[in-house]
Each structure stands twice: as structure tokens, then as C-alpha cells.
């Protein structure tokens, strides 16, 4: 499979670079659903809002709104629970008072994102490490014990992936299929109820680049998130670098695309790493990672709803604190090479402290708990830099620069020892109760409310 190589823009040092490695790549024409050979890499030079192809979805009024959200700024008391990890890790997380916590499973590598498959059993990703990867596995959780809060075993569904990010089902064609995003690709498998391990053959519908600038540039995303919305697909795929112009459409992007691949179009761009993406209503809603390299407090990571033919905040503009920002040196890099600067979007729905790291949420409705219900809880997977004690929770998103902690006490000290988790996922199970993952100790937790 073969992939363009990206024009990279490496602000981290202020030049002009190019990456000129691939990484995992092999030879060969790229394949006919390979989104880097649908859409243009090098379009004309086009109006700043208007991206190269539009998908418009019919107006409703849930497009405009915000008002459907809880945004009551009533902060939970917090009570400590001990946890003690069979590895030996021994914590005290905080959770609300009248709630209470239970390790759902464990001995896990680095445990993703969670799903319900249509026959209601929990899924979940393992991307192994936070090395580029082919060791990734797709999980099922099975025998939920009511008296102890935990699942008495687990089914490898799939192995030998390339850093599996997310999965989804959906309905097609009287089927069940289940969606894998992949770094490289995205394919699915048709899904029977009851199945413990994947069968019949494997469908690719979309390819990616699977190459980018080194972590010594502020790296590159090689994960990709996944939603389906009123007969399509939507995927997110990260930017190649930091902070760059990049040459390939696709990249920094949310795409939209037929169940089975075909008619790709961008639908936002300006998306540096939407690692959560999620539809409530008609309203898509992602997490965004800003840019790294210019200061420990800024930019802000973003909570945002996402709308068609919009372009955000990246690589032209950061926020903080509610502002948006111009980043000088991309934009004077953009004029100099003769592109248009977009105009600055809208300050995004919430905004966290800088390296946050908001990855996976979910909405809870008609949750039993007031606070809770109509309310969004993001994970924040913390900082790589242990002493800016950032994130390491799971919050309720209240809007503007405001959220509350729900589950906290990853973080014992200020240094890499001192860490005891990096929340990962947030699923609600029911009215009363959900689950959420850390994918540094490879664990489920449970939380439930005690009655």
C-alpha cells in the first residue's frame, strides 16, 4: 500500500521540513477505496470556509442548540475509595459520595474505547503499548457478576492489530457488521450474536496514511475514532505533525463516507487530533488536543461540537481561555506560500487546561441521578509531564472553561511514579451506573450508584 507523503511545515523548530520516511508502509499502487486516492491532495485554491467537498445534513433545531445539556454547576463531594490492582498498584480514587467503585476487570495492556454490540455485550480496543503497533486486540467482556461489579471472564474477539483505537456496529444490508479503525485502515466483519472470536472474511472500506513527523517534532496521531450517523460513516483522522500546512486532505480531519466506503468527503477540517468523536441527536460532538511546543498553559484541549464545511481552530489559530488566538508563525508561513488564512472559528463549547488530553465521553440520558443526566463526562487522560498535574479524571463538562471533577486521584505526586491511571473512556451502562477505562494499568472500572 502506498501513501503520499506529506509537505510538513515542522514549527516545533521554526523551519520548513519534510518527512521523507514512511513507517510500515509497503510498495504498491494505494487501493481504489484508499481515501488518499479520492480526495484531491492538491486542491485549487478555494474560499477558507468552504472545504473541498460538503456533506449537508438537513437543519433540525438540536444543529443550533446547546440547551439540551446539563450544565448545573453543582460540584460533586468527592469520597475516597482503595483500589488494589493484582499488579500490585495500590491507589485511592474519588468518586461521588452515595457511589461506589469497583475494578469491573483487569491484567489488561492498554485498554481503549468501549462499545455495546447489538446483542448488548461490552467491546473493547487494546492498543497494547504507546509504540506504533501490530499487537492491538478487540476484547469481549462476559459474565457480569451483579455482587461483585465484575466480569468473570474475557473473549479475544481479534488479534494482531495495528493500533485499534475504536470499533462500532452498525446495521447494513441485513447484517450486523463491526467496524475496526485501525491506523492504516478501516474494515469490518460481519457480527453474529453471541460470536467470541471474528469470522468469515474481513471488508476494508477506507485507507489512511500510516506515516508522520517523529515525536522529536511533536509527533504524529496514529489513532483513528469512529461514529455512524443517519446512514454514514464518520471517522477522525489526526495530523501528521504538530503544527504544519499539511498536504493531504485527509489529514487533521473528521471524513464522512458510505457504509461501505465509498463517496468520501471531508467533513470539518482543522481538527489537530479528535481522538472522541460522537454523535447525540444531530449534533456530532468531539475532544481536541491542541498544539504542543508553546508554553506549559497554553493552548486549551477543546470539548466542541463539529458542523459540515467548517474548519476549526488548527492549525491557524489556538484557544485559551475562552479566546481565540492567531499562531503567527503558521499563518505568516501560509501567506508566504501563497494559501488563504480561514477566518477564526467560534470559541469551542468547553475548554480544558492546557495537556488536559480529553480523549473518549459519552452523554448520559435519562441517568437516575439529576447531575448526571443530560450531562457530558469526558475523560481526561492527563499530560505526558507528570508535574503539570493536568487531567488524570474523569469531569462533567459545564461549558465555557468549566467542569467538575467526577473521578479523580490518578495522580499521587509529581512525578511518573507518582501516576496511578490515565482514564481513557467513559460508556454509561444504565440510569444508575457506568464504566470508564485506564489504559496505563490496562483496567475497567465500574461505578455505580449505591442505594
Same mark, same amino acid.
Given at each position: ?9 515542522? $514549527? ?26 479520492? !480526495? ?11 472545504? #473541498? ?13 446547546? =440547551? ?8 460533586? +463531594? ?10 500490585? +498498584? ?67 474477539? #481479534? ?46 472500506? =477506507? ?25 454514514? *460513516? ?19 480531519? +473528521? ?24 454523535? !447525540?441527536?444531530?449534533? *456530532?460532538? $468531539? ?23 467548517? !474548519? ?7 484557544? *485559551? ?26 470559541? =469551542? ?36 509531564? !507528570? ?65
Amino acid at each position: 500500500m502506498r501513501f503520499f507523503l506529506p509537505f510538513c511545515l515542522a $514549527v516545533a523548530m521554526w523551519s520548513t521540513a519534510c518527512n521523507n520516511s514512511s513507517a510500515g508502509g509497503s510498495g504498491g499502487d494505494a487501493p481504489n477505496n484508499s481515501i488518499a486516492s479520492v !480526495v484531491p491532495l492538491h486542491p485549487a485554491k478555494a474560499a477558507p470556509d468552504e472545504p #473541498l467537498r460538503r456533506e449537508t445534513p438537513a437543519p433540525t433545531a438540536l444543529d443550533t442548540s446547546t =440547551a439540551f445539556i446539563n450544565t448545573a454547576d453543582n460540584p460533586f +463531594v468527592l469520597a475516597p475509595h482503595s483500589i488494589h490492582l493484582k499488579k500490585g +498498584v495500590e491507589l485511592r480514587l474519588n468518586i461521588p459520595e452515595g457511589y461506589n467503585i469497583s475494578v469491573a476487570y483487569e491484567g489488561l495492556n492498554r485498554l481503549r474505547f468501549l462499545r455495546l454490540s447489538p446483542d448488548g455485550r461490552l467491546f473493547a480496543t487494546d492498543m497494547y503499548d504507546v509504540s506504533d503497533n501490530k499487537n492491538g486486540k478487540v476484547y469481549i467482556f462476559e459474565g457480569w457478576d451483579d455482587t461483585t461489579h465484575r466480569f468473570t471472564k474475557i473473549h479475544t474477539w #481479534l488479534s494482531g492489530l495495528h493500533n485499534p483505537n475504536q470499533l462500532a456496529f452498525y446495521h447494513y444490508q441485513d447484517r450486523d457488521l463491526i467496524y475496526i479503525a485501525e491506523t492504516q485502515r478501516l474494515g469490518y466483519y460481519t457480527y453474529h450474536a453471541g460470536d467470541t472470536i471474528a469470522t468469515g472474511p474481513y471488508t476494508q472500506v =477506507a485507507a489512511f496514511p500510516d506515516y508522520g513527523l517523529s515525536y522529536k517534532y511533536g509527533g504524529w496521531h496514529l489513532t483513528r475514532s469512529l461514529d455512524f450517523h443517519n446512514g454514514r *460513516l464518520y471517522v477522525s483522522v489526526g495530523s501528521s505533525c504538530n503544527a504544519c500546512i499539511e498536504k493531504e486532505q485527509v489529514r487533521a480531519t +473528521v471524513m464522512s463516507m458510505k457504509p461501505d466506503g465509498s463517496d468520501p468527503q471531508v467533513f470539518a477540517t482543522g481538527l489537530r487530533n479528535s481522538v472522541g468523536i460522537k454523535w !447525540v441527536g444531530n449534533q *456530532l460532538w $468531539v475532544t481536541s488536543m491542541g498544539r504542543d511546543l508553546i508554553g506549559a498553559d497554553k493552548p486549551e484541549d477543546v470539548f466542541q461540537r463539529v458542523d459540515s464545511g467548517k !474548519v476549526y481552530h488548527w492549525p491557524y489559530y489556538y484557544q *485559551l481561555k475562552g479566546v481565540i488566538y492567531p499562531d503567527e508563525k503558521i499563518q505568516d508561513t501560509g501567506r508566504r506560500l501563497g494559501l488563504a488564512v480561514p477566518p477564526p472559528p467560534l470559541p =469551542a463549547f468547553c475548554g480544558f487546561r492546557a495537556h488536559s488530553a480529553p480523549l473518549g465521553f459519552d452523554y448520559f440520558r435519562q441517568f437516575e441521578d439529576a447531575r448526571f443526566n443530560n450531562a457530558f463526562l469526558v475523560a481526561l487522560h492527563g499530560s505526558t509531564t !507528570v508535574s503539570r498535574q493536568r487531567g488524570n479524571a474523569i469531569v462533567k463538562v459545564l461549558g465555557g472553561n468549566n467542569y467538575t471533577d467526577v473521578v479523580n486521584g490518578f495522580l499521587e505526586g509529581r512525578e511518573e511514579k507518582d501516576r496511578k491511571g490515565r482514564p481513557c473512556d467513559v460508556l454509561m451502562k444504565d440510569g444508575k451506573s457506568f464504566f470508564f477505562t485506564d489504559d496505563y494499568n490496562g483496567v475497567l472500572y465500574y461505578v455505580w450508584k449505591e442505594y
